[in-house]
T-cell receptor, first 114, second 114 residues
Framework: GENVEQHPSTLSVQEGDSAVIKCTYSDSASNYFPWYKQELGKRPQLIIDIRSNVGEKKDQRIAVTLNKTAKHFSLHITETQPEDSAVYFCAASAPETTGNMLTFGGGTRLMVKP | EPEVTQTPSHQVTQMGQEVILRCVPISNHLYFYWYRQILGQKVEFLVS????????KSEIFDDQFSVERPDGSNFTLKIRSTKLEDSAMYFC????????????FGPGTRLTVT
């Protein structure tokens, strides 16, 4: 089955700096890659997703890049703010073969220091 | 904005007891999911449910687990005879469409088996 690895497990940055979180996946059939943010004590919420027919997607300060050949995808947050502090999860899905189930990475705790 | 709700927020039970975790998905959603996260580990897929039947299930979802949509609003996960290793945070999620669409997560139920 699919295996998703996520690095780093913790990341500390200064406010205003950029943050990059990387994930690799094993199943070449995976073609949908969402990113979830979970603030302390709250539910995971989707912040951005990408399908395999594109290599990059941006939404304001957040971008995701995908390299299907290397089977990795990354989350980029620019101009980080204290409210970006949270745990971020990447996930992968292969709807054509295994349906809608999401396989998650282990999470990255991002701390943005003011 | 509509949200997925889950009850209870925390459930403590003794080993061998049956528990039912309850979820109310977003009202017009058609796809329903259960995930769990053992403390310090990845979020793991358990089961997906569509059109009143299970669509996919993981190896974790053995005969001890069952799901039901007893009425038009609730979606439940039953664990027949709980084990210590069932202690985890259980997340319900729903989506209005299937593949490639956002799964909206509930806040989770923390299950503690003693």
């Amino acid at each position: 089955g699919e295996n998703v690895e996520q690095h780093p497990s913790t990341l500390s940055v200064q406010e205003g700096d950029s943050a990059v979180i990387k994930c690799t996946y094993s199943d070449s059939a995976s073609n949908y890659f969402p990113w979830y943010k979970q603030e302390l004590g709250k539910r995971p919420q989707l912040i951005i997703d990408i399908r395999s027919n594109v290599g990059e997607k941006k939404d304001q300060r957040i971008a995701v890049t995908l390299n299907k050949t290397a089977k990795h995808f990354s989350l980029h947050i620019t101009e980080t703010q204290p409210e970006d502090s949270a745990v971020y999860f990447c996930a992968a899905s292969a709807p054509e073969t295994t349906g809608n189930m999401l396989t998650f990475g282990g999470g990255t705790r991002l701390m943005v220091k003011p | 904005e509509p949200e997925v709700t889950q009850t209870p927020s925390h459930q403590v039970t003794q080993m061998g007891q049956e528990v039912i975790l309850r979820c109310v998905p977003i009202s017009n959603h058609l796809y329903f999911y259960w995930y769990r996260q053992i403390l310090g580990q990845k979020v793991e897929f358990l089961v997906s449910f569509y059109n009143n039947e299970i669509s996919e299930k993981s190896e974790i979802f053995d005969d001890q687990f069952s799901v039901e949509r007893p009425d038009g609003s609730n979606f439940t996960l039953k664990i027949r005879s709980t084990k210590l290793e069932d202690s985890a945070m259980y997340f319900c999620a729903s989506s209005d469409q299937g593949a490639y669409y956002e799964q909206y997560f509930g806040p989770g139920t923390r299950l503690t088996v003693t």
